[in-house]
């Protein structure tokens, strides 16, 4: 089992900043590709952002709305993960969730079914 726990969420103004963070505790976080996915109302879960590990490099994928905005990166010796937003639109605003998977494809391709562990979620709204 891998228990994920996200902070950093709240209100900021449109072309403000917000950093979430996600720990992990339980199984080895190092052999679970990480990422982030969003809910906003009315809307399916989407993929944003993905990190994987493969020993000597760090390769990191995104949706193309947070291209050049957003930057997923990882801590393997603290266990966390860590989502910075930049230049967020009130588009951005929704349910942020982590997500740890053994396969960085299902993170990619946004299978959300088929993802191994889920946070519990952190609110991200984005005023104009």
């Known amino acids: 089992q891998v228990q994920l726990v996200e902070s950093g969420g709240g209100l900021v103004q449109a072309g403000g900043s917000l950093r979430l963070s996600c720990a992990a505790s339980?199984?080895?976080?190092?052999?679970?590709?990480m990422g982030w996915f969003r809910q906003g109302p009315g809307k399916e879960r989407e993929f944003v952002a993905a990190?994987?590990?493969?020993?000597?490099?760090?390769?990191?994928y995104y949706t193309d709305s947070v291209k050049g905005r957003f930057t997923i990166s990882r801590d393997n010796a603290k266990s966390t993960v860590y989502l910075q937003m930049n230049s967020l639109k009130p588009e951005d605003t929704a349910v942020y969730y982590c997500?740890?998977?053994?396969?960085?494809?299902?993170?990619?391709?946004?299978?959300?079914?088929?993802?191994?562990?889920w946070g519990q979620g952190t609110q991200v709204s984005v005023s104009s």
């Open positions: 990190v994987s590990w493969s020993g000597r490099m760090t390769y990191t």
């Open positions: 997500a740890a998977s053994g396969n960085i494809a299902t993170l990619r391709r946004s299978d959300a079914k088929n993802v191994d562990y």
């Open positions: 339980g199984r080895t976080f190092s052999n679970y590709a």
